[in-house]
């Protein structure tokens, strides 16, 4: 069955940077889109930052040019590089992969704090 398993959370100072990866396994298959959600408490699960099979980019606009998404088709990988990060980037972050139906992440926990 397929599993991603993402890694990479953790505890950042505002201004730090973090990068967060997610592996699939259990696939013989490319997905059409990768992708990070985030939920942050009280709040709804929204878009991150997603990615096609053939690189298009599409950024939630709170994170457009402070985070960068990239794939490795072959390896089924994504990641996303987070600069400058703030407190209200606090979130669990989910990995997403999409062919048909979509799969998720168990979500890593991304804490922004002083």
């Known amino acids: 069955q397929v599993q991603l398993v993402e890694s990479g959370g953790g505890l950042v100072q505002p201004g730090g940077s973090l990068r967060l990866s997610c592996a699939a396994s259990?696939?013989?298959?490319?997905?059409?889109?990768m992708g990070w959600y985030r939920q942050a408490p009280g709040k709804q699960r929204e878009l991150v930052a997603a990615?096609?099979?053939?690189?298009?980019?599409n950024y939630a606009f709170s994170v457009k040019d402070r985070f960068t998404i990239s794939r490795d088709n072959a390896q089924n990988t994504v990641s996303l590089q987070m600069n400058s990060l703030k407190p209200e980037d606090t979130a669990v972050y989910y990995c997403?992969?999409?062919?048909?139906?979509?799969?998720w992440g168990q979500g890593t926990q991304v804490t922004v704090s002083s």
């Open positions: 997403n992969a999409n062919i048909v139906i979509n799969y």
């Open positions: 990615i096609t099979r053939g690189g298009s980019t």
């Open positions: 259990g696939v013989s298959f490319t997905f059409n889109s």
